[in-house]
């Protein structure tokens, strides 16, 4: 496979996350690569999924693609164990936006060192974020491209993730019930936890005024996290993804319905850390 076109590049975006519980029970999600500017000539590079994805786990790993002659060695990946996993994550700081980031190159480096691998990635950047006015000019109904292991499904071949498609719910310019999310159209399943997810546009791009061009379009608009559910009792409740597969304690059935962080959280994630430990590695 060749990483020419952007759509193609995005599934070299995503590293997935597998978790043990302290019950000694197993979990999934998807974690994707942010890269920060740190200096004008100095950048960081995160790992970023949602909080609920690591947060009191016992242990975890994180899989890569390997590497060969700067290309991705299809079919060749490098899973990295983490035994001190809860210490290597950095949670927004509101308790209420389900962000996590973990500084990429130290994990880059101990992996070179160790076992000399070379890993393939694709971040990434403050040039896709969409940006307040982007927002604006966004129709209040855009296509959706999301990229993850959902139900911890994957080409377990090729160690490729999956890539699913919806529509925005909600519009993207307005903060949903006055918080950083939106929402999206979309079946979003267990092992979506993380998932970065975009507006592609590929041919004509039309905005609400109808103004229209030829071209691609890639914007970052945020990441998934939560999903609505109808229970037995018929009420509409917001949980995160599940992880784990396990029985529930309720009937509950899913309204295709996924709550997405904006992606403006990813960023505040990584500056207040680069604030509350400013001393910490993050760089090779």
Do not use: C
Not at 10 to 23: A, E, G, Q
Not at 83 to 97: E, F, I, K, Q, T
Not at 117 to 123: A, E, G, K, M, N
């Amino acid at each position: 496979m060749q990483t020419e076109s952007i759509a193609e590049n995005l599934f070299f975006t995503t590293v997935r996350i597998d978790t043990i519980s302290p019950d000694g029970s197993s979990g999934s999600g998807t974690g994707f690569l942010y890269e920060h500017k740190i200096r004008d000539d100095e950048v960081a590079i995160f790992v970023v999924t949602n909080k609920h994805v690591v947060d009191g786990m016992r242990t975890g790993s994180i899989t890569f693609h390997k590497s060969v002659a700067g290309k991705p060695n299809i079919g060749q990946a490098f899973r990295l164990d983490i035994l001190d996993w809860s210490a290597n994550w950095y949670g927004h700081p509101s308790p209420d936006v389900d962000i996590a980031i973990a500084p990429y190159f130290p994990m880059a480096a101990a992996i070179k060192s160790q076992s000399n691998v070379d890993l393939f990635i694709r971040s990434l950047d403050s040039t896709m974020l969409v940006t307040a006015r982007q927002s604006e000019q966004l129709d209040a109904i855009e296509s959706v491209t999301f990229i993850g292991y959902p139900n911890g499904i994957w080409d377990s071949r090729n160690f490729m993730p999956v890539a699913r498609r919806g529509t925005t719910a909600s519009p993207l310019s307005i903060d949903f019930e006055g918080t950083p999310r939106f929402l999206i159209d979309a079946s979003v399943f267990g092992g979506s936890s993380g998932s970065p997810v975009f507006i592609l546009n590929q041919g004509i791009i039309s905005d609400k005024f109808g103004n229209t061009t030829v071209g691609t379009r890639l914007l970052f608009i945020g990441v998934v996290a939560a999903v609505f559910f109808r229970t037995s009792l018929n009420q509409v409740i917001s949980v995160p993804i599940p992880t784990q597969s396990r029985p529930m304690a309720e009937q509950r059935e899913m309204i295709d319905l996924g709550i997405v962080f904006k992606a403006r959280t990813v960023v505040e994630t990584i500056e207040a850390l680069l604030l509350a430990r400013p001393q910490q590695p993050l760089q090779n």
